[in-house]
């Protein structure tokens, strides 16, 4: 078996103090914080598309990337080649999971039954190599985006063909994801939405795509696959008006087609923010809902106007995010999947690496910081105290539905003005940058 990281060894907690690119100053996967190891509170995941298949391209210009595979031509061999990578890649970086697309892992064929023995090929590669790696699938997903087919959508599609299309492709990639061991199976919009609605029958496209996920809960069943359905919004990008936009549509969405039992969230940083949402917001709007499942750890850059997919530095939104985590009680079968691409201009084999130390050790001096936030009830506390007014009187009355208006109206002429008080939003924010920057 060929080693392609060659020269990298297995990287090494090592601790703030080092300067060693090559290994994590506070992703220590066996320290407890918060009552587990931080590698069962982060959960990482290698995303097979951006680590292994993404060549650096832009719309102005070609792939700088260089990759210890580029002399490998044929696309099955290729295919092969890039599950060892996957491995090796994965272990050295002491990263438990992976997660793909159906068109990852194998390249598509001039049909689809020749496409699926592809992708049956690769996956006994696949199950190969996890008989002797820990290294498992978080999830599985279907990229029912890229080829023109899918050029007006894939469930919402105005073509009927195209919907039976994609319904094939989801069902073969919900097979390997529970053949995998995967334990969730994700579902990402990618065209379902419209450019205008003067060509567009928009009742008929929603309702096609609750009738295509109801399939996918019916099947799911039929198959005895276990693991969670995610659902993960995104706003415009590639078309203008996408039906998941966000965390809320998306929940709207399946409540009123009674699909929410069946589906949680997988949140991603940069949609989030696509979205003019921070990242925490949309985590939060899932959270509260009882449906945040799992993460795209990634950023955007604020002064672009698309999905840079980034690998996450700012420990701002990293604290905030695990904050949320934390809140929900942790992941149950959901982690951080770095969806983060490196720069055009970091094309070196060993820049995949430096990223993911860099996110990972973001996410690890994030978790810390979030986890000493509750531990010490720094925002609890003073939100309590900021809505007690509904814990007794008439605020008491109000939440137990014990009043209605004209109750409210004869309260109000007998108490006058109401008196407020300060929100505290830079003090709370100055003891938030206190916590970041405590050295423990």
């Known amino acids: 078996m060929s080693e392609f990281f060659k020269g990298i060894g297995k990287i090494q907690y090592e601790g703030p103090e080092s300067k060693n690119p090559l290994a994590f100053k506070y992703y220590n996967p066996d320290e407890v914080v918060f009552g587990k190891p931080m590698k069962e509170h982060l959960r990482f995941a290698v995303a097979y598309w951006h680590t292994f298949q993404a060549r650096g391209a832009d719309m102005f210009g070609a792939g700088t990337a260089q990759r210890p595979w580029d002399h490998i031509t044929d696309p099955m061999d290729l295919a092969l080649a890039k599950v060892d990578a996957n491995f090796e890649f994965c272990e050295k970086l002491g990263v438990p999971f992976f997660c793909f697309h159906d068109r990852d892992i194998a390249p598509e064929a001039d049909t689809l039954q020749e496409t699926n023995k592809r992708l049956d090929k690769v996956v006994e590669k696949i199950k190969d190599r996890m008989k002797d790696s820990e290294v498992k699938l978080l999830w599985g997903t279907t990229n029912a985006f890229s ?175 695990m904050y949320e985590v934390l809140m929900a009680g942790g992941f149950t079968t959901g982690g951080l999947n770095f969806d983060a691409k490196v720069r055009r201009v970091s094309f070196e084999p060993v820049d995949l690496f430096y990223g993911h130390i860099a996110g990972m050790d973001s996410f690890a001096r994030g978790l810390k910081v979030a986890a000493r936030l509750i531990e010490d009830r720094v925002f609890e506390d003073f939100i309590a105290k900021r809505y007690a007014s509904y814990t007794t009187g008439i605020g008491k009355d109000i939440v137990e539905g014990k009043v209605g208006f004209k109750e409210l109206e004869a309260y109000t002429l007998k108490n006058g003005e109401p008196k407020l008080e300060s929100g505290r939003q830079e003090m709370l924010e100055a003891i938030f940058n206190q916590y970041l920057l405590e050295t423990k």
């Open 147 to 321: 080829h023109p087919r899918f050029a007006h959508g894939a469930s919402t599609s105005c073509h009927a063909d195209v919907f039976a299309y994609a319904a094939s492709q989801v069902k073969k990639a919900m097979e390997i994801t529970k053949e995998l061991g995967g334990q969730n199976y994700v579902f990402w919009g990618g065209r379902e939405g419209y450019e205008t609605l003067l060509n567009t029958d928009m009742k008929l496209e929603l309702d096609n795509l609750a009738r295509f996920l109801q399939m996918a809960v019916d099947y799911a069943k039929e198959i005895g696959f276990t693991g969670q359905l995610l659902i993960e919004p995104k706003p415009k990008e590639p078309t203008k008006h996408q039906y998941d936009f966000d965390a809320a549509t998306v929940i709207g969405f399946l409540k009123s087609y009674g699909l929410d039992p069946y589906f949680k969230l997988n949140i991603e940083a940069n949609h989030a923010t696509l979205a003019m949402h921070t990242f925490q917001h949309d985590l939060r709007v899932a959270r509260i809902n009882n449906m945040l499942g799992s993460i795209d750890a990634n950023q955007g850059d604020m002064l672009l106007g698309w999905d840079t997919d980034q690998f996450p530095t700012n420990l701002y939104d990293t604290t905030l995010a």
